[in-house]
């Protein structure tokens, strides 16, 4: 602690010395008790540092100035200095209390958790980047379509049985909430050709459809698919034969893409399925992940789960891209993102993806830093 820096001697009363005197005690004040006692005595009313500066008053008038400039600077330096001690005292506390916790400052900090992205984002990831590396594009349309681009292009016409099996959410408006990706089949044709883009032409469109069902294990009102559509211009082969895109390049495709997201060898058998847009219409089954042989309850005993429609893409659909049914062909297909996604990681309810549970939601892996 500072020595007596306030030199002052009045002829009445030696200040100097009690300055000495109280710096003395606040640098022996044993601990913050001490030092809180102290200082109510020289600071609390009737404390000895307040009395000083009021002594000011019984003086002559002639001393008074220069003692009030040196009582008060006393005061300040008395306050300072407990001021000091008293943070002094709190340092101490602290590390203590440190000490005591076993506290280890250079311990990193908790790890912010990451949080995971959706499994549908994750399979739908990844799908883009399968195809994408295969030369498809991505292309995207209005969750609000329009009934010529859901159905009259898709070669549904009003009257046609295929919109019944579509329980459809309609918009007073006339427009309607998609209930597959495949309208922008025809949209990406209209497009394209318009600028004046001429086939090879593959793209996939991944988006969020809508449908009035009744929600339960399997059916959701809102729910993802990926639509894919190639198309390429019809050629004469050496043989004079005319060779367009084929049912086989449509098989070998959707074999590789089950083949990545299911990760294992697949086999794949097409049945006829009936979809306006395509001619002939297939449904491709691949083989039950959950039994090798025999049969389970998921693929109901039969050893093969439907999960692909497709199909080489019917004349009129090509027609209403502009392009000559004669001159192009193409296969396309629709694939229920949920259904890849429940056999991908043996979900067994599509109510999950919506349900907003976060015991569900957090299984799925952190997002890498
Ligand atoms: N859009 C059909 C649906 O939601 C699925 C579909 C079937 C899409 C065959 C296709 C296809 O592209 O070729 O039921």
Redesign the pocket.
Known sequence: MSSAVVLYSSPHMDITAKQDAWLQQVAAAEDAAALAGLESRLFGPKGEVVELVRSVTSLPKEERPAFGKAANAIKQLVEAALRQRREGFEAEELDRELVAADFDPTEPGPRARRGALHPITIVQNELVDLFTSMGFRWEDGPEIESEYFNFDALNIPGDHPARESQDTFWLDDGNLLR????PV?VRTLQRLVKAGFEPPLKVIVPGR?FRSETVDKTHEHSFY?M???VVDRVQKGADGRSHGVSTANLIHTMKTCLRVILERDVEVRLRP?F?P??EP?FELDVNCPFCREGGCSVCKQTGWIEIL???MVHPNVLREGGLDPEEFTGF???MGLQRVVMLRYGIDDIRHFMGGDLRFLSQFPEVAR
């Open positions: 209930t597959h990706t495949s089949q459809c698919q639509e894919g559509l399925g979809f847009f395509v219409g429609p497709c199909g396309a297909f629709g």
